[in-house]
């Protein structure tokens, strides 16, 4: 599956954004779909995932709360709403598709099979 993340600019804190990744190339329901995030220096982070259906959500620490992930089967399309962001949030985010035959979520993005190009999102004090 091909993923093509979009979204990202130049905020200031407290501001809102929403990523959007689109899909192409296989079944897009087959597979449980996450963000990541990297910043420099700093290990790739776990920011929120979904399950195949939509109906299992989980999120990193730092963003519960903040961030809502949400997708869309019959657009090939899985979003991230950030609202109150943080300087901490920024980095580039990776869209990442995990195949699975269950309706469970993974947080460890090695068990991730496909990812995006990132979009890189600032977030200014």
């Known amino acids: 599956v091909q993923l093509q993340a979009s979204g990202g600019g130049l905020v200031q804190a407290g501001d809102s954004l929403r990523l959007s990744c689109a899909a192409s190339?296989?079944?897009?329901?087959?597979?449980?779909t996450g963000w990541f995030r990297q910043s420099p220096g700093k290990e790739r982070e776990f920011v929120a995932a979904?399950?195949?259906?939509?109906?299992?959500?989980d999120y990193g620490d730092s963003v519960k709360g903040r961030f809502t992930i949400s997708r869309d089967n019959a657009k090939n399309t899985v979003y991230l709403q950030m609202r109150s962001l943080e300087p901490e949030d920024t980095g580039v985010y990776y869209c990442?598709?995990?195949?699975?035959?269950?309706?469970?979520?993974?947080?460890?993005?090695?068990?991730?099979?496909?990812w995006g190009q990132g979009t890189l999102v600032t977030v200014s004090s």
């Open positions: 979904i399950s195949r259906g939509g109906r299992v959500t």
């Open positions: 990442a598709a995990d195949y699975t035959v269950t309706g469970a979520v993974r947080s460890t993005h090695l068990h991730y099979d496909y």
């Open positions: 190339g296989r079944t897009f329901s087959d597979y449980a």
